[in-house]
């Protein structure tokens, strides 16, 4: 099953619609599926021309494509746990939050919290995601937990922030601080980014492009090859963030480093 | 006529100890309290009616019209912000925020421009703080770190820290030592032991150095972070490390440079590290003198300190999409109340510009930069003054701010019950 | 003013001796009556359990560190979020709701009075405004002296009418209700980030120990004729071994008083562990509930600990403080000048780990064993053991064996070799479970002279009508009922006003505070007083004249009036 949504046009369009409700099992069995614009509830008619192509037993089966004005619609895709959602342009905040399975493809940019606390499943970015890309919810001790983030540009600050497990690949640069808190899991880098990894503990990650003022609470230990994009480089390794007597890896590629200059040791 | 014990509603500080004549409506002398008090009581310029635009002008108006005429704005709004709070007292906060849930509005405080980020920081590792007379009594050394008590809140030092002799330091000046964090020599760091300047947006690499030297990590360190030497950082840290009770204090320096609320969560970090080896504290310098008081009164009511959002029936936070500046800025906002702060002369230009374009209602006893881009203007009592009611001190001791005299204005209390109650009959059950 | 009639209630009214009768009740005006006229709207209570109102003798729920609590954990927030409902404000917070949240679900569970159990003296305006917004529950406030200069001092000079003098008035310039010590001495010691191991330990700089400050307060307590007793939360809360602190501090008790207990101790389970380093701390409830039998002059409260997520928060600083040592979570902390301290961390209660199993089998324990249930009562310290909406699973526990064998069976298996629970077959009554969770609170706060915590004429109108029927009905099988039953009245009523209905408040609270204020002869009036004057002047930061809390803090105050025999 197919599921088009498309914008109509809105006599206030800065309001936001929050869309929980557009995940792949609403649209199974005609549901009278509701939004929100602002503190008024609207039919998603209201909001979306509807077309509906094909039958679907399962949610699995079911494929959403939303195109228009989207870079305001919050929530799609939240705690999805089977289908597929393509969005044509741009897409609003808390994309995919608390996602386990199933897939999400965005053809422009995310706002802010792309993907926070996911579980599982794929959410690919083919343009640039905002702040606290992958992140976790603030005061809660674990981020995002499993699945995969990637990011084909490039994404704001505290990307990746609490990740405990999962993959987040931004093949673009980050803002700052991408990594804080991390605990688990992979975050590779492949652009520059500013203070990578402040308070880690634990997991990896790898950056290959420049790192700009790199923290002073990370030990060298040694030289290591990873591989990226099929290309094989020489990363500089340490472990960290000493200051929160964490023991992750931040892998640096060898190239000249600007700012704080990392130490070999 | 004179009243003693005067709480001066300006500063964090919330000094209750000044002394200050009345003559009929006016405050005519004042003791005790810094040049801010002086002019809080005593340049007091009122705006005399409720105003309402007219073309390019002002017309005057009642209080019932401009308060109905608020109240109807208000309803008409899909996506309506009730904004400021921290320069009225904690009833008025109350019913404002009684009022966004019946509103499903946006409801937020000043914290949003200034002591977010702590909060923030607060809500990820805690707040080993206490009052501030624990540290008067106690404390030997003192650190101000991105902020300059000299200038922003002047008797902070002599009531509470550097000057104030306390029970066990009886000759504070002599016995306390003084640490001064900032990125340029000010007035503050004149004074100080130990004066540490940092590159700007370096605070959170020396605070993460600081935290890896007092678990004993000296070997790691660079010969220089951020502009500091290693010698003074482990200079600082032997400081901090030889203290029977150390207090930091912070301000904007940390709350508003690159990180925000990390350079926060790593203070306080380095402050809960500090504890295991002696007593340590940690405090923000709030700004307004009842910011923190809007934090509890959110608090207690909606469950968060700050950028709470009706919108749903439920109450929902989130800073960066429920916080003004954010909501104004991608003019999220089709209606906005203004209530004891000034967004005007604090926010960005896109919210201002966008605060003029949507119909803005101020309720503030004093033109100020909001009144230039608000359609209406309700004048009320000055909390302190005329008006009275409960307040927060920056370390959440709760004072009651008196009223000297009576005068001809309600207060906040007044107006917005007035227009709760209208909001209500609109709205209907 | 409006009359009901209840009819056919089956009727459980500890303090007037009637022990599961069918009853009619009458109230006019907010009040039991003896009879009421044929206008009278009429509920029909069908044979359901009807009991005088809930009251909770020791609940964090007002003020400063509560709210702490809050604005620290927008994930507790986000975790119990309601949405708003006809006259119900929205409510967040799972383990610390807002203070609409915990007002509305007491009124559910048929709660009408709850004491908060600590509110710093400096800081009472804040713990009153909470109590307004409070609205549904009577509320009154323990007072913490633990650390007091003032009181330390006096303790030292070993003058206990002195100590009496600074209780009078600063109970009645801050509304409090009763004397409260948390870890005594240890919140002073707390000031240098030290604390106290045992009674004997002295205060740094003040040179008095915990035993002379609960002697001497005990002592005081009696001479201002206050209606409750000292309640006090014992030294060296949480250490592997601190039975013997407690039954050091038992010793200590005189009896003073025919109508109460001479001292109250609090979330005992916390303060009855054997061993002597975390992995081999064990359950002495058996030692500890022998010495509570033995001494009528105590009485106690569970402070039964659930499995789950919660947060602790108390006045006991150095205490929290151990706790973030232990799990480094996020830890707050507020010590308070010239009087006490606090601190506030989340915990995670798990059936994986051994010793929050043994803690679990305690609480339990202590209402098993102490064989008089009014001095046992029902609490979890809420929210430090767990949320208070947890009351009516303990209740099903202490009504079930079964119910219990079931659960110790999914608890770590050497949790048997360290805890007596698994061989105590008693099971508590409906008689046993209306003393231990409103009869005996009302007893042991007194303020049965108010007309709380019962239900004969005269009485104050607070009732609860839970949807159970102990004529048909064996708690001992059908624990899920009696847990799904305490959990949600038919009917909760308050000073004659119907609230709660079925699980939703169906009225706008107007709650009063209990305070009580004690009249001291003149020498003994300490607002004149220099030594204690000079407090305010040197080292307060707050003026005396803005100290105490102005009446207009309390629009339906009641205050207990009391004579001093100084």
Redesign the interface.
């Known amino acids: 099953m197919r599921v088009i949504l498309r914008t109509k046009p809105r006599k206030k369009p800065f309001i936001p619609i929050e869309a929980e409700t557009i995940i792949p099992q609403n649209f199974l069995r005609k549901n009278d599926v509701r939004v929100y614009e602002g503190n008024k509830e609207r039919r998603l008619e209201e909001i979306f021309y509807i077309t509906t192509e094909g039958p679907a037993v399962s949610p699995d089966q079911v494929e959403i494509v939303l195109s228009g004005e989207t870079g305001n619609i919050k929530r799609v895709g939240e705690y999805m746990n089977a289908g597929r959602i393509v969005v044509e342009g741009d897409i609003g905040m808390h994309c995919g939050n608390f996602m386990s399975a199933g897939e999400i493809v965005i053809k422009g940019n995310a706002d802010a919290w792309l993907g926070r606390e996911m579980r599982g499943g794929t959410i690919r970015c083919e343009g640039n995601a905002g702040h606290y890309c992958a992140a976790g919810y603030r005061g809660e001790k674990r981020g995002m937990r499993g699945g995969l983030v990637e990011v084909m540009g490039s994404a704001g600050d505290f990307t990746a922030e609490y990740l405990c497990g999962g993959e987040v690949r931004i093949h673009g640069d980050c803002g700052d601080l991408p990594g804080v808190e991390m605990r688990g899991g992979n975050l590779t880098i492949g652009g520059h980014c500013h203070r990578p990894c402040g308070n880690m503990t634990g997991g990896t990650c790898m950056v290959f492009g420049r790192v700009h003022d790199m923290l002073p609470t990370f030990r060298g230990a040694g030289n290591e090859e990873r591989e990226y994009r099929g290309q094989r480089c020489q990363m500089m390794l340490y472990k960290g963030d000493a200051a929160n007597r964490g023991k992750g890896s931040l892998l640096v590629k060898n190239i000249e480093q600007d700012g704080l200059s990392p130490k070999k040791k | 006529m004179k009243i003693d014990d005067v709480v001066c509603p300006f500063c964090g500080c919330l000094c209750d100890d000044l002394v200050v004549e009345v003559e009929g409506t006016r405050v005519v002398s004042v003791e005790n309290g810094c040049t801010l008090a002086n002019e809080k009581f005593m340049g007091d310029h009122r705006l005399k009616t409720p105003i309402h635009r007219e073309g390019k002008g002002w017309k005057e108006t009642t209080y019932d019209e401009a308060i109905r005429e608020t109240a109807e704005i208000l309803c008409d709004a899909d996506r309506p912000l009730l904004y400021g709070w921290s320069g009225t007292h904690g009833e008025a906060q109350s019913i404002g925020i009684h009022l966004a849930e019946i509103l499903g509005a946006l409801v937020d405080n000043t914290s949003t421009v200034c002591h977010g980020p702590s909060i923030l920081a607060i809500q990820e590792v805690g707040h080993p703080g206490c009052t501030l007379g624990q540290v008067k009594n106690r404390a030997d050394v003192v650190i101000y770190w991105g902020t300059n008590p000299i200038d922003a809140h002047p008797r902070h030092m002599s009531r509470y820290t550097t000057f104030a002799d306390g029970f066990f330091l009886k000759e504070a000046f002599r016995d306390r030592k003084l640490i001064v964090v900032d990125v340029r020599k000010s007035e503050s760091a004149n004074i100080a032991d130990e004066f540490v300047r940092i590159q700007p947006g370096g605070d959170y690499a020396v605070l993460s150095a600081l935290r890896a030297i007092v678990q004993g990590k000296r070997g790691i360190i660079p010969p220089s972070v951020a502009g500091v030497s290693r010698e003074q950082l482990f200079r600082v840290a032997d400081l901090l490390l030889s203290a029977k009770f150390g207090a930091i204090f912070f301000g904007l320096g940390l709350t508003m440079s690159r990180g925000k609320s990390k350079n926060i969560r790593n203070a306080i970090e380095l402050t809960e590290e500090l504890n295991r080896h002696t007593k340590f504290i940690i405090s923000p310098m709030r700004g307004h003198w009842n910011v923190y008081g809007s934090n509890e009164v959110f608090t207690w009511i909606t469950g968060y300190p700050y950028a709470v959002d009706f919108a749903r029936g439920i109450a929902f936070y989130n800073p960066g999409e429920t916080t003004s500046v954010d909501v104004l800025s991608r003019k999220e906002c089709d209606a906005c109340l203004v209530v004891a702060s000034d967004p005007g002369a604090h926010f960005p230009k896109a919210c201002a510009e966008h605060l003029a374009r949507i119909p803005t209602v101020q309720i503030d006893p004093h033109v100020n930069a909001t009144t230039h881009l608000s359609r209406i203007q309700i004048p009320v009592a000055v909390t302190g003054i005329d008006a009275e009611g409960t307040a927060y001190r920056m370390d959440g001791v709760p004072i009651r701010t008196r009223m000297l005299f009576r005068g001809t204005y309600p207060s906040d209390t007044a107006v917005l019950e007035q227009l709760y109650a209208i909001v209500k009959e609109i709205k209907g059950p | 003013m409006s009359e009901f009639l209840i009819r056919n209630a089956y009727v459980i009214d500890p303090l007037s001796g009637i022990k599961g009768e069918i009853m009619d009740i009458a109230i006019r005006n907010g009040r039991i009556a003896e009879e009421v006229g044929s206008n009278a709207e009429v509920i029909d209570a069908d044979h359901c359990l009807t009991l005088p109102g809930g009251i909770d003798s020791h609940s964090h729920v007002?003020g400063?560190k509560v709210?702490?609590g809050?604005?620290?954990?927008?994930?507790?927030?986000?975790a119990g979020?309601?949405?708003?409902k006809g006259v119900m404000?929205?409510?967040?917070?799972y383990s610390v709701?807002?203070?609409?949240?915990n007002s509305y679900r007491y009124s559910v569970m048929g709660y009408t009075t709850v004491l908060e159990g600590a509110m710093a003296p400096?800081?009472a305006?804040?713990t009153h405004?909470?109590f307004t917004?409070t609205p549904h529950q009577d509320m009154l406030a323990n007072t913490l002296f633990d650390g007091n200069w003032s009181i330390m001092e006096a303790v030292r000079e070993k003058d206990m009418k002195r100590a009496a003098a600074v209780v009078a008035w600063t109970l009645s310039a801050v509304k409090g209700f009763a004397i409260k010590l948390t870890n005594p001495g240890g919140t002073e010691a707390w000031?240098?980030?030290e604390d106290v191991h045992s009674i004997q330990d002295q205060v740094p700089?003040f040179g008095v120990t915990p035993a002379e400050i609960i002697q001497t307060m005990i002592r005081a307590n009696e001479l201002l004729n206050l209606p409750h007793s000292v309640h006090l939360h014992c030294n060296a809360l949480g250490v592997p071994g601190n039975y013997r602190t407690t039954l050091d501090t038992i010793d200590l008790v005189p009896d003073l008083n025919d109508k109460r207990q001479s001292l109250y101790l609090t979330h005992l389970q916390f303060h009855s562990y054997g061993g002597s380093t975390w992995k081999d701390i064990s359950s002495k409830s058996e030692d500890i509930a022998r010495a509570v039998n033995n001494k009528p002059a105590v009485a106690i409260d569970m402070g039964q600990i659930m499995f789950g997520r919660t947060t602790t928060m108390t006045a006991d600083g150095p205490m929290e403080?151990k706790l973030?040592?232990l799990h480094h979570?996020?830890?707050?902390?507020?010590?308070?000048?010239?009087e006490t301290g606090s601190g506030?961390?989340p915990v995670y209660y798990s059936r994986k780990s051994l010793v929050n199993c043994v803690m679990w089998a305690i609480g339990i324990e202590l209402a098993l064993l102490v064989k008089d249930p009014w001095r046992c009562m029902l609490s979890t310290d809420n929210p430090n053991g767990a949320p208070f909406v947890k009351y009516p699973e303990i209740i099903a526990l202490l009504m079930s064996r079964r119910f219990r064998e079931n659960e110790i069976a999914l608890l770590d298996p050497r949790t048997a070799h360290y805890v007596p629970l698994p061989a105590i077959d008693r099971e508590l009554d409906w008689y046993d479970i209306a003393v231990m969770t409103r009869a005996g609170q009302a007893k042991a706060l007194g303020i049965t002279g108010i007309g709380k915590g019962y239900l004969a004429p005269g009485a104050e109108a607070d009732i609860a009508i839970y949807p159970l029927k102990p004529e048909s009905l064996d708690p001992s099988a059908e624990y899920q009922q009696v847990m799904a039953g305490f959990g949600k009245t038919r009917y909760t009523i308050k000073r004659g006003r119907v609230v709660a209905r079925d699980g939703d408040v169906v009225v706008e609270g107007a709650n009063s505070t209990i305070w009580t204020r004690s009249t001291v002869p003149p020498g003994y009036d300490l607002s004149v007083d220099p030594e204690f004057m000079k407090k305010f002047e040197?080292?307060?930061?707050?003026?005396m004249?803005?100290y105490p809390v102005?009446d207009v803090y309390l629009p339906r105050g009641i205050c207990i009036p009391t004579e001093a025999s100084l």
Not at chain 3, 70 to 78: F, G, H, I, L, Q
Not at chain 3, 81 to 84: E, L, V, Y
Not at chain 3, 538 to 543: A, K, N, S
Request: with cysteine.
């Open positions: 007002c400063t709210n702490f809050r604005y620290m954990s927008p994930e507790d927030m986000r979020r309601t949405a708003r404000h929205v409510t967040s917070g709701p807002t203070t609409f949240g400096l800081e305006r804040h405004e909470e917004a000031g240098w980030g700089h403080f973030y040592m979570n996020k830890w707050s902390n507020h010590d308070v000048e010239l506030i961390i040197q080292y307060y930061t707050i003026r004249s803005n102005q």
